[in-house]
C-alpha cells in the first residue's frame, strides 16, 4: 500500500497559522497576567488573614494563660503552702528557744517536702544554660525553679532545655526569668518565696509573653503570704 505524501503547506497557509498563533498566544499572555493580579490579590488576603490569625493566635494564648493563672491555685494547695510561710517567718523570730527551733526546723523540712509531693509546678521560673566552645570554661546547664513550692531541676543538656519533672505543657506556664543576677537568689539553692497574690499577678501580666514581666516597682520581692 502506498504512503500517503504529506501535504506541504503554502506560504500563505504558513503565514496563517503563524498568525493565528500569535492571536492565540496574545490571548494567552492576557489571561495570564489577569491571573498573576487575581494571584496577587488572593496572597495579600492571604497574608492579611495569616497576620490576623497569628493575632487571633496570640490572644487565644494569651487569655488561656491568664485562665489559668487565676484558677491554678486551688484553696486547699494554698492553706498548705501558708502554714508552710508561717513556720518558716516564725524561724526568723528571736523570742524562740533553740529546743524550739530545732523542733520547727524539722517540720519545716518535712512540711516542705510535703508541699513539693502536691505541687504540680505550675508556675515556673527557667534559667537558660550556657554551651560554651572553649577547652578554658565548661558548658553550664540551664535550671528551672518551681515560684510556688521551690522545687528545682537542672537540665540534663546544656544548653538544652531537657527536664524530667519541670517540661513545659498545657499544665504548666514556664517563664525565663531575665533578672539581673543582683537581683536574683545569690546561690542556686537559696530559696525564694512569694506571695501567691504576687505570683499570680505576675505570671498573668506575662502571659502570652515567654519572659516574665517583672513590675517597675523597686522590690517585687514579696516574700510572706
Same mark, same amino acid.
Given at each position: 500500500?502506498?504512503?500517503?505524501?504529506?501535504?506541504?503547506?503554502?506560504?500563505?497557509?504558513?503565514?496563517?497559522?503563524?498568525?493565528?498563533?500569535?492571536?492565540?498566544?496574545?490571548?494567552?499572555?492576557?489571561?495570564?497576567?489577569?491571573?498573576?493580579?487575581?494571584?496577587?490579590?488572593?496572597?495579600?488576603?492571604?497574608?492579611?488573614?495569616?497576620t490576623s490569625d497569628r493575632h487571633?493566635?496570640?490572644?487565644?494564648?494569651?487569655?488561656? &494563660?491568664?485562665?489559668? $493563672? *487565676?484558677?491554678? @491555685?486551688?484553696? +486547699?494547695?494554698?492553706?498548705? #503552702?501558708?502554714? /508552710?510561710?508561717?513556720?518558716?517567718?516564725?524561724?526568723?523570730?528571736?523570742?524562740?528557744?533553740?529546743?524550739?527551733?530545732?523542733?520547727?526546723?524539722?517540720?519545716?523540712?518535712?512540711?516542705?517536702?510535703?508541699?513539693?509531693?502536691?505541687?504540680?509546678?505550675?508556675?515556673?521560673?527557667?534559667?537558660?544554660?550556657?554551651?560554651?566552645?572553649?577547652?578554658?570554661?565548661?558548658?553550664?546547664?540551664?535550671?528551672?525553679?518551681?515560684?510556688?513550692?521551690?522545687?528545682?531541676?537542672?537540665?540534663?543538656?546544656?544548653?538544652?532545655?531537657?527536664?524530667?519533672?519541670?517540661?513545659?505543657? &498545657?499544665?504548666?506556664? $514556664? *517563664?525565663?526569668? @531575665?533578672?539581673? +543576677?543582683?537581683?536574683?537568689? #545569690?546561690?542556686? /539553692?537559696?530559696?525564694?518565696?512569694?506571695?501567691?497574690?504576687?505570683?499570680?499577678?505576675l505570671f498573668e501580666a506575662s502571659?502570652?509573653?515567654?519572659?516574665?514581666?517583672?513590675?517597675?516597682?523597686?522590690?517585687?520581692?514579696?516574700?510572706?503570704?
Amino acid at each position: 500500500m502506498a504512503t500517503k505524501a504529506k501535504k506541504i503547506e503554502t506560504t500563505k497557509e504558513l503565514e496563517a497559522k503563524l498568525g493565528a498563533l500569535g492571536t492565540l498566544q496574545k490571548q494567552n499572555e492576557e489571561k495570564m497576567a489577569k491571573w498573576r493580579t487575581e494571584i496577587d490579590r488572593i496572597q495579600r488576603l492571604l497574608g492579611d488573614a495569616e497576620t490576623s490569625d497569628r493575632h487571633f493566635g496570640h490572644q487565644i494564648a494569651e487569655i488561656t &494563660n491568664r485562665l489559668f $493563672v *487565676r484558677q491554678v @491555685l486551688t484553696r +486547699k494547695f494554698l492553706a498548705v #503552702r501558708n502554714e /508552710l510561710l508561717l513556720k518558716m517567718r516564725c524561724l526568723q523570730s528571736d523570742q524562740i528557744t533553740v529546743v524550739a527551733l530545732k523542733k520547727l526546723e524539722k517540720e519545716v523540712r518535712l512540711d516542705l517536702m510535703a508541699l513539693q509531693g502536691l505541687c504540680t509546678h505550675p508556675l515556673v521560673f527557667s534559667y537558660d544554660g550556657q554551651k560554651s566552645y572553649s577547652s578554658f570554661e565548661d558548658s553550664q546547664s540551664g535550671h528551672r525553679v518551681c515560684t510556688v513550692c521551690n522545687f528545682r531541676e537542672t537540665s540534663a543538656g546544656a544548653p538544652e532545655d531537657i527536664y524530667e519533672v519541670l517540661d513545659e505543657n &498545657n499544665t504548666r506556664l $514556664v *517563664r525565663r526569668d @531575665l533578672r539581673k +543576677k543582683e537581683e536574683r537568689p #545569690r546561690s542556686s /539553692l537559696e530559696q525564694q518565696w512569694f506571695s501567691s497574690d504576687f505570683l499570680q499577678q505576675l505570671f498573668e501580666a506575662s502571659a502570652g509573653d515567654i519572659n516574665i514581666r517583672w513590675p517597675k516597682a523597686p522590690d517585687p520581692n514579696v516574700l510572706w503570704a
